[in-house]
């Protein structure tokens, strides 16, 4: 098993930046990949962005330029920079380990509970 806690969500206006981490515990030697997904409402949860274990990264194209994947090993912590954010990045961000190397956009086996971030126009 995979612990995963996020935080750093917030309530920020359009065009400011926002940097969440994930931090895991457990069974982390498993992980291939970990990644972030988003999940706004009254939509389906999205790919946003994922880091493997080479440190390849990946993004959803809207994401692309905008947003920034990174890790830090050393405290198995996974992190998504999210600069001139829009309201319609407003959405509940959910960090996720994946185990089977392949896609990074899915098939993810452990996930946090999510961090809200609110982005006010």
């Known amino acids: 098993q995979v612990q995963l806690v996020e935080s750093g969500g917030g309530l920020v206006q359009a065009g400011d930046s926002l940097t969440l981490s994930c931090v895991a515990s457990?069974?982390?030697?498993?992980?291939?990949?970990r990644g972030w997904f988003r999940q706004a409402p009254g939509k389906e949860r999205e790919f946003v962005a994922a880091i493997n274990r080479a440190g390849n990264t990946y993004y959803a194209d809207p994401m692309k330029g905008r947003f920034t994947i990174s890790r830090d090993n050393g405290d198995n912590t996974v992190y998504l920079r999210m600069n001139s954010l829009k309201p319609e990045d407003t959405a509940v961000y959910y960090c996720?380990?994946?185990?089977?190397?392949?896609?990074?956009?899915?098939?993810?086996?452990?996930w946090g509970q999510g961090t809200q971030v609110t982005v006010s126009p």
């Open positions: 457990g069974r982390t030697f498993s992980t291939w990949a």
């Open positions: 996720a380990d994946k185990k089977a190397w392949g896609n990074m956009a899915i098939g993810y086996d452990y």
